[in-house]
């Protein structure tokens, strides 16, 4: 999972270097070589084009081009049990796929964005400061494209909670099957984490022309935006399809004692009796063992996660000058 991804950032990430390459060489040949220069300077070093271009069209391109694959596997691992909700999550599966209003919403966020950027005053002039500006701005389109994406599937998952009656694991369904889908939010939310870190970085780091610190406060923006809903997307599907394998696993076990029930009302002999309380025994046993080995973000680990949190953003700034001085500002 995590190979493809980066497989991905490393393409978009040459894709960036070119991209810078080409600006330089226009700018050098038709505006002049200082211009060229800082140019080049500003993409690769203080806007961190690389990395920022690389991650965020990467993940983009990944979590985008797998909404096919990952309706399927929750068409697979959840079994509707009646027509009526199958219905109405049709028009989620729409939603995740063929959304109008994944352009709609980007457009907007990018709009709003793109006026904070561009009124912390980009560097230089003419072509080199519009090429610039257009590829930094473009990052907010691309994130936004991804926060619609994530927030169709979180409701999706929580119109599943509300209606957890009406599903249940299908029973082919392995523990495997249940990790690889896990897996996918895992994946997507960490490099999702590290290209907003990145972008972070790109837009306090940058050579903007105005110093107003009004201006650079809101250069915040994308962590109040998307950094909540990426936390909360990381675990909650996963928070769903484990109560899901939980009541399928009692659910089960409710059923096969009260076939052992009617089985024993029938007469067996004490051996047999014992025998049968075994096998419920041991069947217990494993149905809970493999309900244990789907993992997730509980209550209990909040004091420890909030600590943790706590201790790597106080790390972060220790090490980081540049965040150390943005934050500062507040």
Not at 88 to 103: D, E, P, V
Not at 177 to 202: K, M, P, Q
């Amino acid at each position: 999972m995590f190979v493809n991804i980066f497989f991905k950032i490393s393409i978009f990430g040459i894709i960036s270097t070119v991209l810078a390459l080409l600006g330089w060489a226009i700018t050098f040949f038709f505006v002049n070589q200082e211009s060229a220069s800082l140019f080049f300077e500003s993409w690769i070093f203080r806007f961190n084009g690389i990395f920022v271009g690389g991650f965020g069209y990467g993940l983009c391109w990944f979590v985008l081009g797998n909404r096919k694959n990952l309706v399927q596997q929750i068409k697979s691992i959840f079994q509707i049990v009646n027509e009526e909700t199958e219905t109405k999550i049709i028009g989620y599966f729409r939603n995740i796929l063929y959304s109008k209003y994944y352009h709609i919403i980007s457009l907007i966020i990018t709009f709003l964005g793109g006026l904070v950027l561009w009124n912390s005053g980009f560097p230089l002039d003419g072509f080199p400061k519009f090429y610039l500006a257009i590829s930094v701005i473009s990052m907010y389109y691309v994130a936004s494209l991804l926060l619609v994406f994530v927030l169709y599937i979180l409701s999706l998952f929580f119109f599943m909670e509300k209606n957890i009656d009406s599903f249940k694991i299908s029973e082919n369904t392995s523990i495997i099957d249940i990790e690889l889908f896990n897996s996918f939010f895992i994946a997507s939310a960490t490099v999702a984490i590290l290209a907003l870190y990145f972008g972070l970085r790109g837009t306090i780091t940058a050579n903007f022309a105005h110093d107003a610190v009004q201006y650079k406060k809101f250069l915040i923006l994308p962590v109040i935006i998307y950094l909540p809903v990426i936390l909360i997307y990381s675990f909650y599907p996963r928070y769903i399809i484990k109560k899901l394998h939980e009541n399928s696993i009692l659910l089960k076990i409710r059923d096969f004692e009260k076939k052992y029930l009617v089985y024993d009302n029938q007469t067996i002999s004490n051996k047999e009796q014992l025998e049968l309380e075994k096998l419920i025994l041991e069947i217990k046993e494993k149905l809970m063992l493999e309900r244990a080995k789907i993992s997730i973000l509980t209550l209990k680990d909040s004091p420890s996660l909030l600590l943790s949190i706590i201790v790597f953003i106080q790390f972060i700034l220790q090490k980081d000058g540049a965040l150390s001085k943005f934050f500062s500002l507040f």
